[in-house]
């Protein structure tokens, strides 16, 4: 059964080039936590992902789930070619001069992950620990290719439940889940219009991917790796057995690199996990629960 507590909702003022956004972001625990989990989505969901994660989460940590600018309830941006990691990276930082966390601890999943291989890779970093979900400084291009062909195409369902259909088919790699799980994960996921259901963010954010050049995602892999190489704090990386974004040979090379991750390989899955069954959360809540250095336990 779906554990009914639900968030707070907040919004924090974020800066771009040409003016002000607000990003909005989904706050369970108690307020005053100095140790904090910031729970980052992929490319084309929303915060409320975290849901199942957080709700066990939040007995330890402040969990903080924002919606990425252009999705969810966070506002979208008038120049798409914004919609990259720069951008992202900025907002989060600003996310954590708001929070004035203690510790703070960044789980990724995918999108999210890149955002958090950003901010851990920079010197003075705050991120205390890092949990990488299905990606890595690099990304097979087959994967890339599949969800391109689905991103910011025009979307009109009649109900929700011809929205969770909908996503059931581009996201087989999520695994098997009940109705129930599918259908929680799914109502987040489209917002009203015009007397049918569309998806939630700004179909916009695909413009980038849409011009990148073979040049380009070259370049993006290599500043990746350096920016990995860079991070100190301790990592955890998972990996769906059968994604086709995190391909095998990069998980390991990452525990052989950087920060030396730990390396969980989920059966059953591709990409990319949802971190909605109870292994997946006990593997993240495990490695989250240990103490750092400089931190009481």
């Keep these: 059964?779906?554990?009914?507590?639900?968030?707070?909702?907040?919004?924090?003022?974020?800066?771009?080039?040409?003016?002000?956004?607000?990003?909005?972001?989904?706050?369970?625990?108690?307020?005053?936590?100095?140790?904090?989990?910031?729970c980052v989505h992929g490319l084309s969901r929303q915060g409320r992902d975290f849901d199942q994660l957080a709700r066990s989460l939040q007995r330890r940590f402040r969990v903080i789930c924002p919606d990425v600018v252009g999705r969810g309830k966070s506002d979208w941006l008038e120049q798409p070619m914004?919609?990259?990691?720069?951008?992202?990276?900025?907002?989060?930082?600003?996310?954590?001069?708001?929070?004035?966390?203690?510790?703070?601890?960044?789980?990724?999943t995918s999108m999210g992950g890149l955002i958090g291989m950003g901010l851990a890779g920079l010197k003075r970093s705050?991120?205390?620990?890092?949990?990488?979900?299905?990606?890595?400084?690099?990304?097979?291009?087959?994967?890339?290719?599949?969800?391109s062909s689905y991103v910011g195409q025009p979307s009109a369902?009649?109900?929700?439940?011809?929205?969770?259909?909908?996503?059931?088919?581009?996201?087989?790699?999520?695994?098997?889940?009940?109705?129930?799980e599918w259908l929680e994960l799914s109502r987040p996921m489209v917002v009203p219009h015009e007397g049918n259901w569309r998806l939630h963010y700004d179909p916009a954010i695909r413009v980038p991917m849409a011009q990148t050049t073979p040049e380009a995602v070259e370049a993006g892999e290599a500043a990746l790796w350096a920016l990995?190489?860079?991070?100190?704090?301790?990592?955890?990386?998972?990996?769906?057995?059968?994604?086709?974004?995190?391909?095998?040979?990069?998980?390991?090379?990452?525990?052989?690199?950087?920060?030396?991750?730990?390396?969980?390989?989920?059966?059953?899955?591709?990409?990319?996990?949802?971190?909605v069954h109870a292994d997946q959360i006990a593997a993240v809540e495990a490695f989250l629960s240990r103490p750092l250095a400089g931190h009481v336990a």
């Design 82 to 108: 914004l919609y990259q990691l720069p951008q992202y990276v900025a907002d989060m930082v600003t996310l954590l001069a708001r929070l004035k966390a203690r510790r703070v601890c960044w789980v990724g």
């Design 1 to 38: 059964m779906i554990n009914p507590i639900q968030p707070r909702l907040d919004f924090v003022q974020c800066l771009h080039a040409g003016g002000l956004h607000r990003m909005a972001y989904w706050e369970w625990g108690a307020p005053d936590n100095p140790d904090a989990v910031i």
């Design 228 to 275: 990995y190489d860079s991070i100190v704090a301790p990592t955890l990386v998972l990996r769906g057995s059968d994604s086709d974004i995190l391909e095998r040979s990069t998980a390991l090379a990452m525990t052989t690199r950087g920060p030396k991750a730990s390396l969980i390989e989920l059966t059953g899955v591709g990409h990319a996990p949802t971190l």
């Design 126 to 147: 705050p991120i205390d620990a890092l949990v990488l979900n299905d990606i890595g400084p690099s990304i097979a291009p087959g994967g890339l290719q599949r969800i």
């Design 157 to 180: 369902f009649a109900t929700v439940a011809d929205a969770a259909a909908y996503l059931a088919t581009i996201s087989a790699g999520f695994g098997r889940h009940t109705d129930e």
